[in-house]
Structure formats: C-alpha cells, structure tokens
C-alpha cells in the first residue's frame, strides 16, 4: 500500500488513442517527493533536449502533490509541466481549486499527455474508467461554460473540470488552463494542451487516498489550522494590508489598492502613477467591487476565502483572485469596471492574465509610435475599452495582427521589428514579467528575477520581508515570532537592514546574505511544488504556518518515508538542480539570467557579477550557471552529469566551451 | 403517564451564507471515521456533502440523514430569493434515486452520528474544522415525557385493539380458547 501518494499514473498517448495505468517507483518519491520533483525527473529522462514543445513527443503532465487530497490543509494543488513554446525552456504552472485531490481521489498521482489527438478531444477519468471522448461540439466554447457543459454532458455534477479556452485552442502562446477559480496560467501550457488537441480533462474520483501515521498527521493539521486562526487574527504589522495575512493577496475581499495602483506600472509596464490612489478612486472602486463580488470562495481543504465568483449584471458569472483584478484595467489606464467586464472574457477565453494585457497594451503602444500601422488596426473601435476588447478578440483567435501578438511581445516583436523590440521591455528569458519598474537595485530581488526558473517572481519570493522596517523597535518586533527561519541568521539579516546608508539596498543584504535568503525563499516553493501544497499558506506570505521545520513530520507522517530538515533540503536541492539542468539542455545560460535592463532605474553591473557569481557558487554550479559534475554526483544524480559530459556541455575538468546563449 | 426527564438535543446550525466552498468538512468527515481512524480520507464516505455550483453561487452543505428504502413518489426543487437548488437538494436521504451517503464500495448507507465517540469529541469534527463558522454546533436540554415501556405482548394487543376494538379482540381471544 502507498500513502500519502496512489503509485499510479495515467499514460494517454494521444497519437495512438492508448491508455495505460502504470505503476510508479517507489523510490522516486524518496528521491524526488512528486509534483514539480517527479514531473521534472519525468521530462529529463523522456523528453529529448531538441524537443519542439509543439511536437508529439512533447510531454504534458498535469500531477498531483505528494500531499495532495490527505487533509492537510490547501495541498490542492495541480502542477502542470511541459516545455513552453513561449521561452522554449521548461515550463512549470499550478493552479489550486479542486481538480488534483480529485484525481487522487481517483487513484491517480499524474495523467501524463503525449502524442497528438487527430481531433479535438476531451479525456474522462472515472476512477478505473478512462475514455477519449469526442470534443468536436465543444470547440470555441469557453473554458468556463466547457466545464458545466462537460459535467451536464456525463451527468457527474461533482466532476472537477480542467479546460482550455478558444486560446488554448489556437495555441496562443499566453494561453491558460481553467478550473473552477483557478488557473494555470503562465508559460503558454494551454497552447500545449491546445496543440495536442485536449478541450478538458474531467475526473471524478471515489477511492481512499492513504497516510501511514495517522494521530501524528492529524496532530500536524490540527497545529495548522490553529495557526491560521490564530495568524488570522494577528496580521503582520508595518507592511501593505494586502501582505499583511495568509493566502493569496486578499483582493478580493479588501478595497485598498493603493500599493498596487501607485507603485505598480500602467499601460506597457510603462508609467507610474503616485497620485493615483485618492478618497474618490477609493469610494468608486468599494461601490464596483462589492456590487459585482458574490461570494469569497476558497480551494479545497482551505479556509483561506482568496478568491472570489464575479457577477456582473448582463454577462455570466466567473470566478477571479488577486492581482487579475488589476493587470487588465491598468494596462488599459481604466476603472476596476472595466477590469471586471474584460476579465470574464479573458477567462471564458482562456488566457494568462499578466502577460495577454501587457501584450495588448504593448500593441496599442507601437501604434501610437508608428510601428504598428492603421492598416494592422483595421476595425479596431477608436475608444480606449473597446480597443482592448478587440485586441483581445484578435489575439486568442489569431487574427490580422493577432496572430503576430499571439506569441507574446518577444516573438510578436521579432516579428514585426521596426524598432518594437524596444518596446518588449518587460521579459525575462522572453516571459512577460510583473508590471514593475523600481528605483533602487534590490540585491535579493536581482537574484530572484534573475535566476529562477519559474521565470515569475511570486513563485520564488515570499518568506524574507521585501523592504527594510524603518525602527529596531518594529525588527525586533518581527523577529520575536519569526519561528519559520531556517537558522538564526535570518533574524540578524533583517536587523541590521537599514533603509540608508551603509547597510541598505544595494550592498545590504551582503551578496552572501542576499544568497542565503534566495535559497531560502526558493527552498519553500520547491518544496510546496513537490508536496502540492499551495504557496498560499506557505512559501508565499511571512510568517506561514508551513515551513522548514514542520514540514519534515508532515512528509514522515503522511507517507512513511521518514525524512528531516537536511534530508528534505537534499531533495529540495536535487530538483531546484535538476529542473535547471533541463534548461541548460535546452540552451539556457548566464547571458539569459538577467532582469529587464530597465526593472530598476540603478543598476549595478559589478555587483550583479558577483551576485550571480555567489549564486552559482552556492548552488554548485559553474560560471555559466551549469551544475558542475560534483554537486550532481552529491545529489545522485550522475546520469544528468553523464549526459552533459556526453554533450559537451560540461567538460571533464568543470570548465564550459563558449556557448551560445538561446537565441 | 410517565416521569419528566431531560435530554440533550444536539444541532449543527448550517449558515449557507457563510460558506466558502472549501469542503474540508467532507475531508475530516470522512477521516474520523475510517477505520484506522484518520488513516484514509474519501470525501464520498463523508456524512456531509456539499452541494456546489458557484456560478449558481449555491452553497449547501446537507447531512447524512434516514436511509430510505424508496424513492418518493413526488420530488421538490426549491427556488429561495431566485435562486434555483438541485432536485432533492436538501434531502438527507441515503436513498436509490442517487449514489449521495452511501460508502462508494459496498453500498452501505452512510448516516451523521455527531462523531459519537469515545471520550467524547468537544465537537463534531466538520464544525471544528469549518473555520468560516458556517456549522456552528449547539446543544440544548429539552425536558421530554418519557413514556412508559410496553412490553412485546402489549404494543401487539394495542395495535389489535386500535384496528379492530377491544370487544372483537376479546370476542376472537374468547372463541380461540374454546377451540380444541
């Protein structure tokens, strides 16, 4: 018997129409935990580094955690894994909702897609029963009413539904997957799913889903929810309201938007609007918000209420969470009504809600500049909002100019050159990134942008304060309480973190420190990826319930593998280096670790050398940000060193020949 | 005509209003009563379910009530302040129009026992773990008759009684003792 994990996996090959349920190697869950861990090991063993993300022999794996549907709470998570057409390097999204305790329910840990439908399908999982269903009715449907009509359709009201939308299905490169309230957005995984022909994904699950010590995990859950009740009541004093609890970002329920609206950028990540936050702007946007807000709804086995089912009267109801509340009206220098009209539509359409109103914003720039001509806009309304309504209905149908913009503002400005690289200004490793352009370099930051896999920064970020607290008094106040540090030092960083002078951004945290808090920070999500456990309530908001010194117990408890602290940072070390060994097979190197020239007004050229430097040193890694034979030889991991050895990539005495950065 | 006695009554108070969707009631339902208890959890073994469609914003969580051996002849579907809940939504039933309450592998029917158990729990386990307050337990004392315990023979005779009256029943009791 398993526990915690089913030990089976759903093998779908589309091309020939197969379906296998397989039995998985106990091991790997030592070795990897799941999630994020095992679909990486996954795409290393089976999906060759020349790999089109849009070929057959491209994986796509939608997986459980490891801790996904026991009742620890908010490990709901789906983690979705494939290469991205997008950046062309791996790419890994989540959503939470109710899709993967479902399928564990099920008696599956992962459903794993390859090959190609000949046509458009939906897959049905029913516990044993696996079909390949006709899809043909639903194409064009939104991704939102696909999932009703899937769940009418099978007459199974309880099925969880996960589907793409006509982007998906035009493989725009922005593309997202939708279920219920939530999402999975980034990195173009729709566009996969839409290319190997899978409208939906419906499972209905009615098996037992295992722990092996269950009074010690019970005990476990029971500290976790008393902690949330009792951080619920203690907010973190000294930071924006919206950081200040657990969960997501609580937009939905709270009205102030002032640190979003005036430290965020409008438009193109382009202007920054410090007056924009007055007692009017207030007053109108609580009147929008709670005439249109229905109810707080929460994901599975989770009190935390993030999101929320929007109503706005003459259109259908939709389900949205934080900063989607914002990116489309600031994008478009609109209202939150605006905002909540066009995101129903992004949503029916399935697409990504931080890159696709950056991507339409950037059109409506290049035609201001020129670049873009009248010609391209042909039809294209001549007020603001229904500019944007239309760009949007181009781009998830690829049409005219959409199909250019479809492919996200790196390839899009490629392609239309004339000087629009320029104005693709807000990428990393060619992913539109959060609308933000600082003044001071931030040393933490620049390695968090820079080096993270993930390529957005709310999935590396979390656990160490973004800004210094201006008093000792209010350091030490944090620090009293500060129970999740890995090791004293944490504490000491902060309190000697000055807003000026010597000890403040950018020489302070020292390149060391700053090192030592990525990790950190980065340790969490990986972690929280593997388990399936929402970052929520973990690596995301200070002071979480679940961190590195609970989390071990949870592990031991839940599935009998008894693991510690190191253990556990052994294996977090293990696949944080094994998903950017996928990537440095795939071409990535030190050129492409950088953020967007203009993120910060100063930068510091030398000391981001050395941060990287530090970085790669830290991570056992060499000058080109390749894991050196060593540090995979520690984390048992010869067979990747095996492989980069046999390339070229990594040569016997750790140097590295002068590659090409991807191109 | 019997003596007063006091019993305690216990109610879980639903606030639909309240409730957020997450389903952990389902989850901890069923976890206290696997067996090893907390060993599996499954939510189609939980005595409370939700019935959930947000895009209808319906939120109802129903417990595990009576098994009935039939379907009832006429269903309801209630329609409050506009909106539209599922046939037989509200029913606590264990009953064969549908697969809700029953175990999922032997058809057993499932019913809410206010986790019973030994020592007792401070409070069903779904209200602990619903920390937006939508169950709230409560217990009250009501002060009942309890009526006198009729043995076999009795309730018999009195149902006899109560169909045919007493004179027949006496009558037929007469004529049967004569016979041989």
């Known amino acids: ?663 | 005509m019997g003596e007063k006695k006091k019993k305690i009554v216990k109610s879980i108070k639903i606030d639909v209003d309240k409730c957020n969707g997450c389903r952990a009631c389902e989850v901890i339902c069923s976890a206290f009563h696997a067996n090893p208890k907390y060993s599996s959890n499954n939510p189609e073994r939980s005595r409370i379910r939700m019935v959930r469609d947000p895009i209808r914003d319906v939120y109802l969580p129903v417990y595990a009530g009576e098994y009935a051996a039939a379907e009832c002849m006429g269903r309801g579907k209630y329609v409050i302040d506009g909106k539209e809940y599922d046939e037989c939504g509200f029913c606590r039933a264990s009953c064969p129009s549908r697969k809700l309450f029953k175990e999922p592998d032997s058809g057993l029917p499932l019913k809410c026992d206010m986790c019973e158990d030994d020592p007792a729990q401070e409070k069903p386990l779904c209200v602990q773990w619903c920390l937006n307050d939508a169950l709230i337990y409560e217990e009250r004392e009501e002060e009942v008759e309890e009526e006198e315990k009729l043995g076999e023979m009795e309730i018999g005779l009195g149902s006899m009684v109560d169909k045919y009256g007493l004179e027949k029943v006496m009558d037929t009791v007469a004529r049967m003792s004569k016979k041989d």
């Not at chain 1, 973190?497 to 403040?504: D, H, N, P, V, Y």
């Not at chain 1, 700053?514 to 002071?543: N, R, T």
């Open chain 1, 1 to 663: 018997m398993r526990y915690g994990e089913t030990g089976f996996n759903l093998e779908i090959d589309l091309s020939r129409g197969n379906i296998e349920r397989v039995e998985t190697d106990p091991k790997l869950t030592e070795l990897h935990l799941g999630g994020l861990g095992t679909n990486a090991k996954m795409l290393w063993d089976r999906v060759p580094a020349d790999v089109d993300p849009f070929s057959p022999d491209n994986l796509l794996i939608f997986s459980t955690g490891l801790l996904g549907g026991t009742p620890a709470p908010g490990a709901n998570r789906t983690i979705v894994s494939t290469y991205s057409p997008q950046t062309l390097l791996m790419g890994y999204s989540m959503m939470g909702g109710f899709w993967a305790p479902e399928l564990k329910y099920a008696g599956y840990d992962k459903v794993i897609f390859r090959g190609k439908s000949p046509s458009l399908v939906y897959v049905w999982i029913h516990d044993d029963k696996v079909e390949i269903r006709d899809a043909g009715h639903l194409r064009g449907k939104g991704a939102v009413e696909t999932q009703e009509l899937i769940r009418r359709e099978l007459n199974e009201p309880k099925a969880q539904v996960a589907a793409i939308g006509l982007a998906g299905e035009n493989r725009v490169y922005t593309a997202s997957i939708e279920q219920g309230r939530s999402s999975a957005s980034r990195l173009g995984i729709g566009a996969v799913m839409g290319d190997k022909g899978i409208k939906a994904i419906a499972v209905r699950g009615t098996k037992d889903v295992n722990v092996a010590r269950p009074a010690e995990f019970m005990k476990l859950c029971n500290e976790v929810m008393k902690y949330i009740q009792a951080r619920g009541e203690n907010p973190v004093p000294g930071v924006m309201p919206i950081l200040a609890g657990l969960g997501s970002p609580q937009e939905m329920k709270l009205i102030d938007e002032e640190w979003h609206t005036t430290n965020f950028m409008w438009g193109n990540a382009r202007t920054r609007r410090r007056d924009y936050w007055t007692k009017e702007v207030e007053e109108k946007w609580k009147e929008t918000q709670e005439n249109v807000r229905t109810r707080l709804i929460s994901c599975y086995n989770c009190p935390m209420k993030c999101g929320a089912t929007i109503s706005v009267p003459g259109i259908s109801a939709y389900m949205m969470k934080c900063f989607s509340k914002l990116t489309y009206t600031m994008a478009a220098f609109a209202d939150l009504d605006f905002g909540f009209k066009i995101a129903q539509r992004a949503t029916e359409y399935g697409v990504d809600g931080f890159s696709t109103p950056q991507v339409m914003a950037f059109a409506v720039e290049l035609h201001e500049a020129g670049i873009l001509t009248d010609k391209d806009f042909e039809g294209c309304p001549s007020d603001n909002e229904g500019k944007f309504y239309w760009l949007l209905d181009r781009i998830v149908r690829r049409e005219g100019i959409g199909d250019v913009l479809a492919n996200g503002t790196h390839w899009a400005a490629q392609q239309i050159g004339k000087g629009a690289e320029a104005y693709a200004h807000n990428n990393i490793k060619k992913h539109e990134q959060l609308p933000l352009k600082l003044g001071m370099l931030n040393p933490v930051y620049f390695l968090m942008y820079a080096t993270g896999e993930k390529i957005n920064i709310t999935q590396i970020e979390g656990q160490f304060p973004q800004a210094p607290f201006p008093t000792m008094e209010e350091r030490e106040d944090f620090c009293k309480d500060w129970i999740q540090i890995p090791d004293e030092k944490f504490k000491q960083y902060l309190l000697n973190w000055e807003m000026r002078g010597e000890r403040s951004n950018p020489y302070y945290p020292t390149v060391d420190m700053s090192v030592d808090i990525v990790d950190w920070q980065e340790k969490m999500h990986y972690i929280d990826d593997a388990l399936g456990v929402c970052a929520g309530l973990s690596s995301f908001p200070l002071k979480p319930p679940y961190h590195i010194h609970n989390y071990p117990a949870f592990i031991s408890a839940a599935t009998g593998i008894d693991i510690d602290e190191a253990g556990l940072t052994q294996v977090y070390n293990r696949n944080r280096t094994l998903v950017r060994a996928i990537n440095v097979r795939r071409g990535l190197r030190r050129a492409d670790e950088k953020p967007p020239e203009d993120h910060w007004k100063k930068r510091f050229p030398e000391l981001e050398e050395k941060l990287l430097d530090a970085y790669y040193k830290f991570k056992g890694w060499n000058h080109e940000g390749i894991p050196t034979k060593e540090a995979l030889h520690e984390l048992g991991m010869d067979y990747v060193a095996e492989d980069l050895l046999q390339r070229g990539i990594l040569t016997e005495d750790e140097g590295t020949p002068a590659k090409e950065a991807l191109a």
